[in-house]
């Protein structure tokens, strides 16, 4: 009677593990932005932009900005695209222009988390009554740090401080604003959609991106997508029937079908549900993702994508024969 | 006197040679096609003799293959050169070249149903002729008038498109996918010799073509890929169906499969862009649809992006005026077509010389385009030239059954589908 007791149990607790075994392999995808090892960069940033601007450089005129990147498989070509976007940012508070290849400069001298390219020195145009005027501008890095997050294992976020190298250019130019990072404000605007998405929340998306609203730019061709662009598909036998689709990037995009609700697919795939893109449909209603030039993580659109899938066919439909 | 006769010499002396350095590469080249040409039409008469008359060994057939491929190579190799060299027109050197590819893809087609695999041979082939029209607006060679007739059984066919129509309708079963590899880096993580392509079995699948030159191809593409500055490309030519390429040390259920799935149709053009994605690749086709443009409108555009399919306005209205809808699109398409006349030989499309007969072609070359329009051929088709042959075969039918396909026919259709 013991023997048979504990063999229950033990069945019990095996057919528990194997349970506990299955559901842990599913929520791999359940959830794309949580990890049991890492923390979003979103959340990283809202953490280090509370970090104050220090009383020495604040005296001295400087401003603090940050950056962050993520789209990289290389934490070098990260921390200058973190970089960029930090300098970036202080020129757009600064109400200026720049005057060098910024690019090029981080390049030749690309800032890393273990070297000691600290400090850059740019020219910008001050906006003037008459001509522009230029300017030394000076760049100080406070912060580099490659930090293993949910977005990528070798994201970069950063720190910097600048301030015009002569103080008549400082009295001159236009009174700063000190807005942190216009970058961290979208990738938190996307998240919010992307997570949407994961519950297939498209109502929701279409308003964040004002869908409806009248089109700012009209991308040609599938290379010059961005993250949030729209676009219309229309049914492959009934021309005119139609549906809209978000594009996310890396050729995955959402849309509604006729029978399946909303899908995540990659290009192509929309066939499966007897659908077609209409190329001359791709409309911008937000400039946020393209101004910035904003690209969801390929981890979160890899889930995103890989969640849904076993819920496709796996053959296109049959339309009937063709010449 | 003495001065003049010096002179005289001196260019009679100079004139020969500066004739022969003055000569262009294609004088001497050309002619040795067209004799490699002639070859092979000659080694596609005896093959289809020792094919059906003497019912030869496979080991002979084989033999004629080889030869064919040959001077296939040659053809080929002449018309590299003389598109790498820039000399003069390459219309004539890409015709020959496009007409050997074909041939040896009708002796594929007659070997064929012995074995399977020469049906996927011969879809390379014909794909590879047709892509070199690719990007020129002249007719494919496959249209033209042969500079001599040929003799497919006991029939003479003027051009390859009337032989392929009559023997390669297999070759429809067939799709064609062009893949672009992309923003690949020294850093992407990939086991190439580890990957297959693998095709998803389908028991509605009647025939099994085969294709076993596309997991070569692309692992060819992808060797290339990190040595070409991050981009290579290829094409398949792959039977209907649902694809995708795995890590062979996976197990089937792997997620690979899904990032890197290609869906193909019979008789159509894929292209498909494959990018790496975290540490594997996305393979996604490059849309290429665009609704006609006579089929749009502002208020079209409006209501196309709110639409649900179910209660669209655009499909409201068209319950109300389908009819004036489809005779205004009938009206403009007659005026695209009346427009595209002055583009051909009108004197080669039958006798429409007499303005109601002239009238009533463009009404008919109208009807058809649109009754394609819209159908799905205008967006499976996956080359305007073969949907303006397929239409211009219907106007024929239409217009004068039973005769020839007009070749100026063709063309007009396939200004006016640019035109749409």
Redo the contacts between chains.
């Keep these: 009677m013991k023997k048979n007791g504990t063999f229950i149990i033990s069945l019990i607790l095996l057919f528990a593990l194997k349970l506990s075994g299955l559901i842990a392999q599913e929520m791999n995808y359940d959830n794309c932005w949580k990890s049991q090892q890492y923390t979003t960069l979103l959340d990283t940033m809202l953490k280090v932009m509370i970090v104050p601007i220090e009383d020495t450089y604040k005296q001295h005129d400087f401003i603090q900005t940050f950056g962050c990147a993520y789209e990289e498989?290389?934490i070098e070509q990260n921390s200058i695209r973190a970089v960029y976007r930090a300098i970036i940012q202080s020129i757009r508070n600064r109400k200026v222009s720049l005057r060098d290849d910024l690019d090029k400069i981080l390049e030749s001298k690309p800032p890393r988390p273990d070297n000691l390219a600290r400090e850059y020195s740019i020219y910008v145009n001050i906006p003037t009554q008459q001509e522009p005027k230029p300017a030394r501008y000076e760049i100080k890095i406070l912060d580099l740090e490659a930090v293993a997050t949910i977005e990528s294992e070798k994201a970069v976020w950063t720190r910097i401080v600048t301030r015009f190298a002569y103080k008549e250019d400082f009295n001159i130019a236009p009174i700063a604003e000190h807005t942190p990072s216009e970058f961290v404000n979208v990738m938190e605007q996307a998240q919010i959609i992307l997570k949407g998405l994961e519950r297939k929340k498209f109502s929701k998306l279409k308003k964040m991106i004002f869908?409806?609203n009248e089109a700012i730019v009209f991308p040609r061709?599938?290379a010059e997508l961005k993250f949030g662009d729209?676009m219309?598909l229309?049914?492959?036998?009934d021309?005119?029937?139609?549906?809209?689709g978000i594009y996310l990037g890396?050729?995955?995009f959402t849309c509604?079908t006729?029978d399946d609700g909303v899908v995540i697919c990659?290009?192509?795939?929309e066939?499966?549900f007897q659908l077609?893109?209409?190329?001359?449909?791709f409309?911008r209603t937000t400039p946020h993702y393209a101004e910035l030039n904003y690209q969801a993580p390929?981890?979160i659109?890899?889930c995103i994508?890989?969640k849904f899938?076993h819920e496709k066919p796996?053959?296109?439909p049959y339309?009937?024969g063709?010449? | 006197m003495g001065k003049w006769f010096r002179w005289l010499w001196l260019f009679l002396f100079i004139a020969p040679f500066s004739s022969g350095w003055g000569q262009p590469i294609n004088r001497i080249l050309i002619p040795q096609m067209e004799n490699y040409e002639l070859d092979i039409q000659n080694t596609y008469r005896e093959y289809q003799k020792i094919y059906y008359e003497k019912k030869s060994s496979l080991a002979e057939l084989r033999a004629f293959e080889d030869i064919i491929s040959i001077y296939v190579s040659q053809i080929l190799e002449i018309y590299e050169t003389l598109s790498l060299s820039g000399f003069g027109e390459l219309e004539t050197p890409r015709d020959i070249a496009a007409r050997a590819l074909i041939y040896r893809a009708l002796i594929y087609l007659e070997k064929a149903p012995l074995n399977l695999e020469y049906f996927e041979k011969a879809c390379y082939d014909y794909y590879r002729a047709l892509a070199m029209f690719d990007n020129v607006d002249t007719i494919p060679a496959i249209f033209k008038r042969l500079p001599e007739p040929i003799l497919v059984g006991a029939k003479e066919y003027n051009r390859l498109i009337d032989v392929i129509d009559h023997k390669g309708s297999e070759l429809y079963a067939f799709g064609k996918v062009n893949l672009y590899l992309r923003n690949f880096k020294i850093t992407t993580n990939l086991d190439i010799d580890n990957m297959e392509f693998v095709r998803i079995e389908c028991p509605i699948d009647k025939k099994k073509y085969t294709y076993y030159s596309a997991g070569n191809l692309i692992k060819e593409t992808f060797k290339k890929v990190l040595s070409n500055d991050g981009q290579s490309s290829t094409f398949l030519a792959l039977p209907e169906g649902s694809y995708f390429i795995r890590p062979k040390t996976n197990n089937k259920a792997s997620r690979h499969i899904f990032l890197s799935a290609l869906y193909v149709r019979a008789n159509q053009q894929h292209d498909y862009v494959v990018e790496p994605l975290v540490d594997w690749f996305i393979m996604y086709e490059n849309p290429s649809t665009k609704k006609p443009r006579f089929t749009r409108s502002t208020t079209d555009n409006l209501s196309s992006i709110e639409g649900n399919g179910k209660n669209s306005k655009r499909e409201d209205r068209k319950k109300s005026s389908n009819k004036s809808d489809a005779m205004e699109k009938l009206i403009v398409l007659s005026e695209i077509t009346n427009s595209c006349l002055e583009k051909v030989d009108i004197n080669l499309i039958f006798n429409i010389k007499d303005p109601w007969i002239r009238n009533k072609f463009t009404t008919t070359v109208a009807e058809v385009i649109y009754s394609q329009v819209e159908t799905l051929n205008f967006h499976n088709c996956w080359s305007k030239w073969m949907l303006s042959w397929i239409i211009a075969k219907e106007v024929t039918q239409k217009f004068s059954p039973d005769t020839e396909v007009p070749t100026e026919l063709i063309k007009l259709v396939y200004h006016c589908l640019k035109n749409i």
């Excluded at chain 1, 021309?239 to 809209?244: L, M």
């Design positions: 498989d290389d869908i409806e061709s599938i729209s219309t229309f049914d492959e036998v021309s005119y029937k139609t549906y809209p890396k050729g995955i509604e006729p990659k290009f192509g795939e066939r499966l077609r893109i209409d190329t001359n449909s409309r390929e981890s659109l890899e994508f890989l899938c796996t053959r296109l339309l009937g063709i010449n």
